[in-house]
Structure formats: structure tokens, C-alpha cells
């Protein structure tokens, strides 16, 4: 068999099973070996091995591959619990976010160079064969996006986020009432400063001082 061309690709994620995800495992952008794989010329079955690291003897899964948007996304199950050793490793340590990225390893049918005058440089995919998903921990293409991650604990999770909440909007309903206190606070101390100096005006001459310090006055308090 040949020896298969490796692309490395993003990997995150959003909600899905306890032993599953969904990952957008290639697309049609120049990666970082300067090379593209057209989307549309890739052939794959419906159902391809999983590897961790292009390793044939570390199958963790299986993978059901389609094309989505124009890109290349699978649906990867992990082996059940228990079965694996390596396969419960690498489920934890992709739905913790610690591996992040997946890779295909596939077998050119036809290419063309990225730059005709270097026909031995990168290379435009226009047709391969799919022949396995690897998770990996260094990604080629830059444009793989989040499609489905679960967490364990989510009903958990959805009560403290509850909880938080409710905490939140009481801390806020706390704060609002502090705020409402110190407001009437500082009204009632307006209302006697006001009267204070409707006092003071009550008993002034006309005279032009005691009309400016009136005057300095309001402008202290105001």
C-alpha cells in the first residue's frame, strides 16, 4: 500500500455523546505545508478506522466521514470502555480539549503543483482515497472548526450553571439595593441642605452680597 499523505487539522468542538465527536477534519484552504486538498475529489467509505498519530497498530475508533458545507467532517466513536486501554486515554484527553486536533491520511490519485514551475513542490489534491482519521497533537490545516464536544457531568454542570445564575442575579438584586438605600440617603441630606438654604434666603436683604453668597452657595451643594 502506499505510503499515505498526512494533513493535520483543527479540531474543536460542541455537545454530542459520552464516547463521541464531530470534527471538521479537512477543508479546501492552504495549509501550512503549502498545499490544498480539494474537498470534492476526496472518495472515502462509510466508515474509516480512528488512529492516535497516524500509528496503525493504535486504533482507537472508527469514524463516518461526509462532506458538509463543502468540507470534509466526520462523526468519530471512540471504542466502548474497557476495550482499549489506549482508546479510554485518547476519549479523555479529546473531550478534556487537551487534543484538540485530527489529521487524514490519504492516497493521491491525481495532483497538480500549487506552482507550475516547480512540479516537485506542493501539491493541489484534486482526487485521493480517505484511508484513516488520527487524532494528533500538531495540526497542517488552520481551518478545521468546532462542531460537537460533550462533557461528562453536563446535567451537573447545567445545575451549577443555575445555580450561578441565581446567585448572580441575587448579588445584583443586593447591590441594586445598597445603591437604592444610599440614593434616599442622599436625598434626604439634599432636602436639608435645600431647606437650609431656603432658610438663609428668607432672611437676606437685597444687597448684592448676600445675594452673591446665595449664589456660592447653591453652587457648592450643586
Same mark, same amino acid.
Given at each position: 500500500?502506499?505510503?499515505?499523505?498526512?494533513?493535520?487539522?483543527?479540531?474543536?468542538?460542541?455537545?454530542?455523546?459520552?464516547?463521541?465527536?464531530?470534527?471538521?477534519?479537512?477543508?479546501?484552504?492552504?495549509?501550512? !505545508?503549502?498545499?490544498?486538498?480539494?474537498?470534492?475529489?476526496?472518495?472515502?467509505?462509510?466508515?474509516?478506522?480512528?488512529?492516535?498519530?497516524?500509528?496503525?497498530? #493504535?486504533?482507537?475508533?472508527?469514524?463516518?466521514?461526509?462532506?458538509?458545507?463543502?468540507?470534509?467532517?466526520?462523526?468519530?466513536?471512540?471504542?466502548?470502555?474497557?476495550?482499549?486501554?489506549?482508546?479510554?486515554?485518547?476519549?479523555?484527553?479529546?473531550?478534556? %480539549?487537551?487534543?484538540?486536533?485530527?489529521?487524514?491520511?490519504?492516497?493521491?490519485?491525481?495532483?497538480?503543483? #500549487?506552482?507550475?514551475?516547480?512540479?516537485? %513542490?506542493?501539491?493541489?489534491?484534486?482526487?485521493?482515497?480517505?484511508?484513516?482519521?488520527?487524532?494528533?497533537?500538531?495540526?497542517?490545516?488552520?481551518?478545521?472548526?468546532?462542531?460537537?464536544?460533550?462533557?461528562? %457531568?453536563?446535567?451537573?454542570?447545567?445545575?451549577?450553571?443555575?445555580?450561578?445564575?441565581?446567585?448572580?442575579?441575587?448579588?445584583?438584586?443586593?447591590?441594586?439595593?445598597?445603591?437604592?438605600? %444610599?440614593?434616599?440617603?442622599?436625598?434626604?441630606?439634599?432636602?436639608?441642605?435645600?431647606?437650609?438654604?431656603?432658610?438663609?434666603?428668607?432672611? #437676606? !436683604?437685597?444687597?448684592?452680597?448676600?445675594?452673591?453668597?446665595?449664589?456660592?452657595?447653591?453652587?457648592?451643594?450643586?
Amino acid at each position: 500500500m502506499p505510503n499515505p499523505v498526512l494533513k493535520a487539522q483543527k479540531f474543536t468542538s460542541e455537545p454530542l455523546g459520552p464516547r463521541s465527536v464531530r470534527v471538521q477534519c479537512s477543508s479546501a484552504t492552504v495549509d501550512r !505545508t503549502g498545499e490544498i486538498v480539494v474537498q470534492a475529489g476526496i472518495k472515502f467509505a462509510h466508515s474509516i478506522p480512528v488512529l492516535f498519530g497516524h500509528d496503525a497498530q #493504535m486504533p482507537v475508533g472508527r469514524a463516518e466521514p461526509r462532506l458538509v458545507n463543502g468540507n470534509l467532517v466526520a462523526d468519530v466513536a471512540f471504542a466502548p470502555p474497557g476495550v482499549s486501554a489506549k482508546a479510554d486515554e485518547i476519549c479523555g484527553l479529546v473531550k478534556a %480539549g487537551i487534543v484538540d486536533t485530527v489529521s487524514i491520511g490519504f492516497d493521491p490519485i491525481q495532483a497538480e503543483p #500549487m506552482d507550475p514551475t516547480r512540479p516537485r %513542490g506542493p501539491q493541489r489534491y484534486l482526487a485521493c482515497e480517505l484511508l484513516e482519521l488520527s487524532f494528533v497533537s500538531v495540526p497542517a490545516n488552520r481551518d478545521a472548526t468546532v462542531i460537537a464536544r460533550e462533557h461528562r %457531568g453536563n446535567l451537573e454542570t447545567a445545575r451549577q450553571d443555575a445555580r450561578d445564575l441565581i446567585e448572580k442575579a441575587e448579588r445584583k438584586d443586593a447591590a441594586r439595593a445598597l445603591e437604592l438605600a %444610599g440614593l434616599a440617603s442622599d436625598r434626604e441630606l439634599f432636602n436639608r441642605r435645600l431647606e437650609s438654604i431656603h432658610l438663609q434666603q428668607l432672611g #437676606m !436683604t437685597n444687597s448684592y452680597g448676600e445675594r452673591r453668597r446665595l449664589i456660592n452657595m447653591l453652587e457648592h451643594w450643586f
